[in-house]
């Protein structure tokens, strides 16, 4: 009956969590005010600490208590344990169905009523059960303690136990994408194993066994880190039709490494307990406790002071030992010692942290590892690839952050256009540095005064440190915060004329927080008056549906907002007040010499840039994107599978969601002066959408001619023009055989786009060959201003 009310206490409890949440929120924001991040993370734990401890100590005393009220009964420690642990499995799933459904408080609501229906049916099942005599020595009473030596032990087990969990959850979440979806499937399937090891456990056979626990947990748990490379490369190549289908054959492959030292790790409970309750009072009671604590402890040394310290890798490979240490403390024989020189032997060959051409061997089969860094929040690499370009590797994502020309114009435009946009912008504030490309856009600007909200201490030292050839050394001149953006417009006092959403994958886990109307919102309050907020989408990461809902949640916090398209990235801009138009663009512009203006504007004018403009975002009905009821997060992952990750079939809706050119000059508020160089620039801009989507669409004659239209339309556009040298350099080899003079077409294409790093290197290829070795020369050091860390144009000296 205790426990029935227990039960029931933690379920009322659980439905005020939202609203203790609600109240508590501003209270942590006020003394994080002045905290660095540590102290803040700190403060996180202790308010988490304080708000859980009362019902997990609830959850915990439930189990011991009916411990005592089953005693007597047929009803074994082992099927106890196991069918809780199964219960468990239950429990780290269906939120998966819930929370995308209903929400996260009509969830828990319902979970709610889940928990107060078992406290029922405990209170019923109680009137049913016998009487108790509390001094039955029997292996379910809750007698005298265990030998303090034999808890220490077995709580050492419980650490060794979840920090397998904690480097399993960052390793595989990395492997297999670190979504709920998988991280969810990671956690059911730590819980299956240990809910099937417990009901094996009532097996006789299992006795024999026992002393061979430690050494076989061990064995097994080297065995994930062994694996990791076989599982990795595995996940690189599969294509999967299905999400269901890929947590399925995912969770499988995770089952083959884990299964083997969870299963051991439930075995371990009823089997101890049994063993050394012949003849005593004692129960699993006092073994659960000291092993959950344990548990805890082993969770935060090994998630905050290990992994930083160690590594993921050597945390598993240091897990798998004191796993068998701590388990050779609870058993009487010696004889599995001389397991002990063989394990650590195992141990040292997979304690580095393995290469990423080795866990990613189709799509970074290549390259070579620079640098690698591990917090507690992510494990960041900088990778080099053959050609000596620079890749920023966060958990293995590739995260669009790299030190090739195209991709370098493409960071820096992430800046440019928001400042643009601005009539006279004195300050930016950029929600992410990745490599430091981006706010180097920002430079050319005068009087600009850059800040960067960066959480990862591993891309904060890549932007100094790897990619300073690239990003203009624009640490120097950037005001670093360490921090999470989230946390960071929470407690900042100041404002900003303009800040800028960096890119990132917005179904990874907790990412989606960052496309929420309260994220979009505390960015809005840090705008200074005419202040922009421009957040930044990759098109090939949406789905219609859930590019809608970002849509619909930025308009309901910026009621006038735009959108703009640059290449295959999709700009909401988003005005503090109004919307101001061209006027704030040429105000900006009319300020500065005409070699500022080009540099500002990246060579390409104003007209290219408002000419990317694409209306305004559309009115609609439908869910919003908001912490309390999440939605991209859990779409997104099904979209992935489910075919709806069309880029086409986005193009083909932004095509047809665009506004005439009457209606967006209006809009822009384009003089008649400006009318044809605007024209031209919008009427290229959707010329060259065209050509892309016909381009996906497999039509190769539509695809080029609507690119070269595209081109006469609007001759400034860069990805225009480089799209263009591009498809013209593919045909280059047949226009030789054609009786075409190769140094005369390859000027002809450097017209088109001077900064095209393929014409570059064929013009010096080709005064190479012919002798020319001063052109030669001039070409390559024009390749190096362009690519400063090209491996070939860095590796030769011309004579």
Known sequence: MWCAALEAAVAGFALLMPSIFQWLEPWLDEFAGGANLAQWHGLQGGASFLMLFLPALAMGAGFSLILRGLAGTPVSLAKLYGLNTLGGVLGALLPLLLLPTLGWTPSLQLIVVVGMAVAVLIAWGARSLPSINVSAQTSLDAGVRPPITLLLSYAGVGAAALILQVGWTRLYGMMLLRTEY????????????????????????????????????????????????????????????????????????????????????????????????????????????????????????????????????????????????????????????????????????????????????????????????????????????????????????????????????????????????????????????????????????????????????????????????????????????????????????????????????????GRGNLLSVQQFQQARAHLAPDGVFVQWLALNQFDPGSLAIVLRSFRRVFPEAQLFVEGFRLALVGPRNRWLGAPAVLTNLARLPAAEQAAVTGGEGPWTWLGRYWGPIPASCGPLQDEWRPQIEFKLPQARYAGTFDLGSLLDLLLRQRQDLDAASLALRIEARNREAFERAYVGSELAMRSWLASLRGDPYEAPRLLRAAYEANRQDRWIAFNLVDQMLASLPQALRQGRDERDALQTLLVIHPEHAGVLRALWHLERRTGNIIEAEAYRQRLLRLSPLDREANLVTEP
Request: net charge neutral; with cysteine; aromatic share 8%.
């Open 182 to 509: 998988v991280l969810a499937v990671i956690l059911a399937i730590f819980l299956l194993g240990i809910g099937l090891g417990s009901l094996l456990a009532r097996r006789s056979f299992c006795q024999k066994w026992f002393v061979w626990l430690p050494p076989l947990a061990g064995v097994f748990a080297l065995t994930s880190l062994w694996g990791l490379p076989v599982l990795a490369a595995w996940a690189d190549r599969q294509q999967f039709e299905s999400l269901s289908a890929a947590l399925f054959w995912q969770g499988l492959a995770l089952a083959v490494l884990t299964f083997p030292t969870t299963l051991i790790l439930g075995a371990w409970l009823p089997l101890l307990s049994e063993r050394i309750a012949a003849g005593k009072a004692i129960t699993g009671a006092w073994l659960y406790g000291a092993n959950a604590v344990g548990a805890a402890v082993g969770a935060m040394v090994g998630g905050l002071i290990l992994v930083p310290w160690i590594g993921t890798t050597a945390l598993i490979g240091l897990a798998a030992l004191l796993l068998f240490v701590c388990g050779m403390g609870c058993i009487s024989s010696r004889r599995p010692w001389w397991v002990a020189p063989i394990l650590l032997a195992a141990a040292v060959p997979v304690l580095p942290f393995p290469p990423v051409s080795s866990l990613l061997p189709v799509t970074q089969s290549r390259v070579k590892d620079l640098a690698l860094y591990e917090d507690a929040l992510s494990i960041t690499h900088v990778v080099e690839q053959e050609d000596g370009q620079r890749l920023l590797l966060a958990d293995l994502q590739r995260m669009d952050a790299s030190s090739d020309p195209v991709a370098v114009m493409g960071q820096q435009n992430q800046a440019r256009l928001p400042l643009l946009l601005h009539p006279h912008p004195r300050s930016v504030l950029f929600l992410g540095l990745g490599t430091g490309i981006s706010a180097a856009g920002a430079l050319p600007f005068p009087e600009i005064s850059i800040t960067a909200v960066e959480l990862s201490e591993g891309a904060i030292s890549a932007a100094q440190k790897w990619f300073a050839p690239v990003n203009a050394d624009v640490m120097r001149r950037v005001r670093v915060v360490h921090d999470d953006a989230r946390r960071f417009l929470r407690t900042d006092t100041e404002n900003y004329d303009v800040i800028v959403g960096d890119l990132f994958h917005p179904d990874l886990i």
